[in-house]
């Protein structure tokens, strides 16, 4: 069952005293540097800081009967919060499962808007762990399970944020050509891609996934969702293993096409967000951003919209932001060198394997009795990508057994 325009406007009616009119702006950095009129619609100053709120308050009241005995949900994050915020305003009980990977952040949240009314329950690594407790739970006390993203209600709710970005962009005289909005399972771009392509069916929808968490991709692949194997965590707000069989359907129909994004690129997207524009996003809502690198050339001359899809970023992962964004672009380096066990070894490497500019970041090192030679577990911090080429000839100079871990990603994972 296809999610219809009217269904979108039935929600935007329900939800328009509750829900923030968030802003749809302009921005000049990302305008200048691709060329383009891009759009920022700011779901990442919705109440709850994403989205998902549209979606959760929208199902619960549509659901009435079903939820007075209370209300079950699983999330890495953001559904729980809309959730939590609809429990607490509507006075009703709800137990939300979480994965144990979630940030802190995001479960101090939960509680903040949840309050007395919210039981939060850390169960499994993932989503999909989660989410299968959480429907065990429902259907044995016979409690409401509300759907992350599978859901008519869900995506109807979601798709509210397009029927003010169509007003705003009218307000302002744009002519919008494209929309790029974030995929985990796939509710926000199934509810605006149906609002959208039923009113202005010439835009053109953009689907951004994280590399590691493609599920979305791997459905359009298989011609059904399917269950990837294993995912990658970091953009916790997207990684989702499979996405629903409604959101397929409704992905299949209406969005034109789908990237995938590197996790560094996200990184490198969240910090120019915030040092650009001071605009805090989370991984999964700095995904549309970072998409627009792999669509440039499509995009030149154009108008834009990328959804920022959430902020809900917790600070205690910016250190590890910072390093992937480093990573990402050619600046930090991971090596094994092997270091002669004699005074001045290291006066040596720094004086004629070190370029002017770069600078050592990590240094481990236990001498080894008995050896001529120790291992040392290096971080070099390059000014410039360019200076790469010339390090490793010096590196191999020194030590021609030297081992680079971003070539050897079981070492980089044990050992950084």
Same mark, same amino acid.
């Given at each position: 069952m296809f999610v219809?325009?009217? $269904?979108?406007?039935?929600?935007?009616? +329900?939800?328009?005293?509750?829900?923030?009119?968030?802003?749809?702006?302009?921005?000049?950095?990302?305008? #200048?540097?691709?060329? @383009?009129?891009?759009?920022?619609?700011? +779901? $990442?100053?919705?109440?709850v800081r994403s989205f998902k709120l549209r979606g959760a308050y929208y199902a619960i009241a549509a659901?009435?009967?079903?939820?007075?005995?209370?209300?079950?949900?699983?999330?890495?994050?953001?559904? @729980?919060?809309?959730?939590?915020?609809?429990?607490?305003?509507?006075?009703?009980s709800a137990v939300i499962y979480m994965p144990t990977t979630t940030p802190q952040q995001k479960i101090n949240q939960v509680k903040f808007f949840g309050g007395a009314f919210v039981k939060i329950e850390l169960v499994g690594d993932t989503f999909d762990a989660a989410a299968e407790a959480a429907q065990r739970f429902a259907a044995d006390n016979q409690m409401a399970f509300i759907a992350p993203? $599978?859901?008519?209600?869900?995506?109807?709710?979601?798709g509210t944020l397009a029927v003010e970005l169509l007003a705003d962009a009218a307000q302002e005289q744009y002519e919008i050509d494209m929309v790029v909005a974030a995929i985990g399972g796939g509710g926000l771009i199934s509810g605006t891609a149906a609002y959208l392509k039923g009113k202005q069916p010439n835009i053109q929808i953009i689907g951004a996934e994280p590399v590691g968490a493609a599920s979305m991709q791997a459905a359009f692949d298989a011609g059904a969702p399917v269950a990837l194997p294993t995912i990658e965590k970091f953009v916790d707000g997207a990684a989702v293993k499979k996405v629903g069989n409604l959101t397929y359907q409704h992905a299949r129909q209406y969005? $034109?096409?789908?990237?995938?994004?590197? +996790?560094? *690129?996200?990184?490198?997207?969240?910090? #120019?967000?915030?040092?650009?524009?001071?605009?805090?996003?989370?991984?999964?809502? *700095?995904l549309s951003v970072a998409a627009l690198e792999l669509i440039k050339e499509q995009i030149k001359g154009k108008t834009v919209v990328c959804i920022i899809s959430g902020g809900n970023n917790d600070?205690?992962?910016?250190?590890?932001? #910072? +390093?992937?964004?480093?990573?990402?672009?050619?600046?930090?380096?991971?090596?094994?060198?092997?270091?002669?066990q004699r005074p001045g070894a290291l006066k040596e490497f720094v004086s004629h394997v070190l370029g002017p500019d770069d600078d050592i970041t990590r240094f481990e090192y236990t001498k080894k009795i008995n050896r001529g030679?120790?291992?040392?577990?290096?971080?070099?911090?390059?000014?410039r990508k360019s200076d790469l080429d010339a390090l490793l000839t010096r590196i191999a100079a020194f030590d021609a057994q030297y081992i680079n871990l971003q070539n050897n990603q079981s070492l980089y994972s044990l050992l950084v």
């Open positions: 219809t325009v009217s $269904d979108v406007e039935k929600a935007y009616q +329900e939800l328009a005293p509750v829900v923030s009119h968030t802003p749809l702006q302009y921005d000049r950095f990302l305008s #200048e540097k691709y060329q @383009a009129t891009i759009l920022l619609k700011r +779901e $990442d100053l919705q109440k659901n009435q009967e079903k939820v007075a005995r209370g209300v079950v949900c699983a999330s890495a994050g953001n559904h @729980a919060q809309g959730v939590a915020y609809t429990c607490q305003e509507r006075q009703l993203f $599978d859901d008519p209600a869900i995506i109807a709710g979601q969005v $034109d096409q789908l990237v995938a994004v590197e +996790e560094g *690129a996200i990184c490198q997207t969240i910090l #120019e967000l915030y040092t650009k524009q001071a605009i805090v996003a989370e991984p999964a809502g *700095a600070s205690a992962r910016m250190a590890e932001i #910072e +390093e992937k964004s480093l990573i990402y672009q050619g600046l930090k380096h991971y090596f094994i060198v092997n270091f002669p030679t120790g291992p040392v577990m290096l971080g070099i911090l390059l000014k």
